[in-house]
């Protein structure tokens, strides 16, 4: 994989990324309104799509999400410094496509940084939100920095931002 500033080569921006997620939260949330109309109660689809995003989404791991995309997240133990770095950006890139953002990374180097979201983070249990408009999940790496941690990498400003296009460093 070639990664530019300017952006990237060689990988087409996934699209329709779990396409039948994304279709089964639009019934599940419409079910939801009909019920409500049927009862009385409140028909605000944005009230019932919050509804169903914080209590009724199924839970799941960002790593089953990855998966599920087909990218393998391997231990780092397994991979060269080179092999590495390509596929830290490749999970970088894959997380912002399902709408998954990673915050202040900074202070860890690709290994480490490949490390932790091997080994923890993208195991921590998450809701099963399809990417869509409006759905946003942000990992804020900082909270695990010791206080005044000195910056050992320079990716925060290249990372990907909803509505921003990617642009990794070289």
């Known amino acids: 994989m ?7 080569l060689g990988r087409a ?3 329709g990324l779990r396409a039948g997620a994304a279709a089964e939260r639009e019934r599940a949330i419409g079910a939801l309104v009909e019920r409500a109309e049927r009862e009385g109660g409140c028909t605000d689809r ?16 960002n790593l089953r999400q990855l ?3 087909g990218l393998d997240v391997p231990p780092a133990s ?14 970088i890139e894959t997380l912002a496509d399902l709408g998954v953002f990673l915050l202040h990374t900074d202070h860890l180097d690709d290994r480490a940084l490949y490390d932790l979201l091997e080994r923890a983070v993208l195991r921590d249990p998450v809701r099963d939100l399809p990417p869509c408009a409006g759905v946003a999940e942000f990992i804020d790496l900082g909270a695990r920095a010791a206080p005044g941690a000195p910056g050992v990498a320079d990716r925060d400003r290249f990372m990907p931002r909803p509505e921003q296009p990617h642009a990794p460093p070289e």
Do not use: I, K, S
């Open 2 to 8: 070639v990664m530019t500033r300017e952006g990237r």
């Open 67 to 69: 998966r599920e995309v």
């Open 78 to 91: 397994d991979l060269g410094d080179r092999a590495l770095q390509e596929r830290l950006w490749e999970v």
């Open 13 to 15: 921006r996934r699209v």
């Open 46 to 61: 944005m009230f019932w799509t919050l509804h169903h995003d914080f209590q009724l989404a199924p839970m799941t791991t």
